[in-house]
């Protein structure tokens, strides 16, 4: 059986660029894994037939320097095997960085996602989910 959605869970750490060593990459992409595999039951597999969506909010303990695109991409590679089988199954990618000064309010956080902001650490929250098409206005 596959994980119930929304799936959520956050990662300590500051996440690495594309641009970084293979080896820092490879420790990043581990350090996500882990987190993923900590939010998943045990039984479950991986999905790989469904279109889905995922969310990344990065809460960094200071400004931090270089492109939040570059920074996607290892995060994305880091819930293979765990979470989907490929990460070409993301239809929808929505990612911000999140300024240790500004004022941020949602709407209705989860308990997950709440923990990532108050954590006094950097933290890079995911979540995982269907694809909400309805949500596209043209």
Do not use: C
């Not at 869970?9 to 900590?38: C, M, Y």
């Not at 990460?87 to 990618?93: G, I, Q, S, T």
């Amino acid at each position: 059986m596959w994980p119930d959605l929304p799936l959520e869970f956050f990662v300590v750490g500051i996440p690495v660029s594309l641009q970084g060593s293979a080896r820092s990459k490879k420790e990043w992409q581990d350090r996500v894994r882990a987190a993923a595999r900590a939010a998943i039951p045990p039984e479950s597999w991986a999905f790989d037939a469904a279109r889905l969506a995922v969310s990344v909010f990065y809460f960094p303990a200071e400004p931090l320097q270089g492109d939040v695109d570059n920074r996607i991409k290892p995060i994305l590679d880091g819930l293979r095997p765990n979470v989907v089988v490929d990460d070409a199954l993301f239809d929808r990618v929505v990612a911000q960085r999140i300024h240790p000064m500004a004022v941020v309010t949602f709407a209705d956080p989860s308990p997950v996602l709440l923990a990532a902001m108050v954590s006094g650490e950097p933290t890079v929250y995911i979540r995982v989910d269907e694809v909400p098409l309805e949500d596209i206005r043209l």
